[in-house]
């Protein structure tokens, strides 16, 4: 079965850290750009983190710059977020989702909030952060 499926979730307090993964299985990811989107409760879903397949590109929301990094390892087929000075505005479900054809940049993926194209969808992964 070709599914992606996020882990790492979970409580933090305000400045702690947490890692997220997105493992696919069922199909190779190398060939697919990848993001990191997030809903917010009462708040519609945005694209928080991109990443190409091969040239290493990557783009960020403003929001998330210089706190977030998303990185890959190809041969694990999976996807990284490390979130770092964790804010409790960060708190939200956080979904990866992979696109082989729909986008040619990270940031118009991105842009687009997950709205449209995207190949395969993860679950989700719960983050609150709270004091």
């Known amino acids: 079965e070709e599914q992606l499926v996020e882990s790492g979730g979970g409580s933090v307090q305000p400045g702690g850290s947490l890692r997220l993964s997105c493992q696919a299985s069922g199909f190779d990811m190398k060939y697919y750009f990848v993001g990191w989107f997030r809903r917010a409760p009462g708040k519609e879903r945005e694209g928080v983190s991109c990443?190409?397949?091969?040239?290493?590109?990557?783009d960020y929301s403003d929001s998330v710059k210089g706190r977030f990094t998303i990185s890959r390892d190809n041969a694990k087929n999976t996807v990284y977020l490390d979130m770092n000075n964790l804010q409790s505005e960060d708190t939200a479900e956080y979904y990866c989702?992979?696109?082989?054809?729909?986008?040619?940049?990270?940031?118009?993926?991105?842009?687009?909030?997950?709205?449209?194209?995207?190949?395969?969808w993860g679950k989700g992964t719960l983050v609150t952060v709270s004091a």
């Open positions: 989702a992979a696109d082989e054809g729909h986008f040619s940049t990270v940031d118009t993926m991105c842009i687009s909030n997950g709205n449209y194209g995207m190949d395969y």
């Open positions: 990443i190409h397949p091969t040239k290493g590109l990557t």
